[in-house]
């Protein structure tokens, strides 16, 4: 038996990563998750599409977060989604009133998601985006993506993400038009045609 000395950093091993699910919907997901805009807001479009894996296969227990500016381009500062009765501390969920800029959206039984929210202005020298974040059975650490709209098409002409990206790749981040002021985007977390991830360093 091999031993290893731990009293020195340099010989000790790392720990081996844990994957981070399934087991979001037991805290994770709340009421209303996907409802970033208010029902009947005359500016809220729909996003919505499925989650896959390796195989093309559509996963039934992912959740993803998706957050970004309003038309305004400001980034939101209202509690929305988290919102807490001071008396009882139960939730409250959202008032039906506010935009709030964020969204939790767990997947279906058949690896659906869809979330209502505003289209995003452009801030900096970005194109206008929603980003994303990918949690799903199997990855050792969350992901990253964006979503572009395919109305801002000539922004995404001088877009510094988009730029850099082979005209493939660049189509994984831009949703498809699925009927007025609705869009479809579905995330695929690898094989043929895999969505761009974004690495923060």
Not at 48 to 76: F, H, K, T
Request: aromatic share 8%.
């Amino acid at each position: 038996m091999t031993r290893i000395d731990t009293s020195r950093p340099e010989t000790v091993l790392p720990t081996p990563s844990h994957t981070v699910g399934p087991f979001y919907g037991h805290a994770l997901p709340f009421p209303g998750g996907g409802d970033i805009a208010p029902v009947g807001h005359p500016q809220a479009i729909t996003i919505q599409g499925y989650v896959y894996d390796g195989e093309g296969r559509p996963l039934p227990d992912a959740l993803l977060e998706v957050w970004g500016a309003g038309p305004d381009g400001e980034v939101a500062r209202t509690d929305g989604s988290m919102r807490r009765d001071p008396a009882t501390g139960g939730f409250l969920g959202r008032n039906g009133v506010e935009f709030t800029g964020w969204g939790r959206i767990q997947t279906d039984t058949n690896g659906h998601w869809s979330a209502r929210t505003l289209r995003p202005a452009a801030r900096g020298a970005s194109a206008p985006y929603l980003s994303v974040c990918v949690f799903a059975r199997g990855l050792l650490v969350h992901l990253y993506t964006r979503i572009y709209l395919p109305d801002d098409a000539p922004a995404h002409a001088t877009d510094p993400l988009l730029t850099r990206l082979s005209p493939d790749r660049r189509a994984t981040l831009v949703a498809a038009e699925d009927g007025p002021g609705a869009y479809r985007f579905d995330v695929r977390l690898q094989g043929e045609g895999e969505t761009v991830f974004l690495e923060f360093r």
